[in-house]
């Protein structure tokens, strides 16, 4: 299994950041609160992916 592109992961953290925000609206709190941290996870994998590549152009 190939491991996920950096902007395939920062996509994945907005899908999961709008899925918090709708679910929050309507009053889903563990959803919400569920999609929230999965969105951080995403973004924070995507910001290592994105160092990782800049460290290894340069």
């Known amino acids: 299994m190939r491991p996920l592109p950096p902007l395939s992961v920062l996509h994945y953290a907005i899908v999961f950041i709008i899925i918090a ?24 994998l995507f910001l290592i992916f994105a160092v990782l590549s800049f460290l290894k152009k340069a």
Request: aromatic residues 12%; positive net charge.
């Open 21 to 44: 925000l709708i679910a929050g609206f309507l009053g889903f709190g563990t959803l919400s609160g569920t999609a929230a941290l999965i969105a951080k996870v995403c973004f924070i």
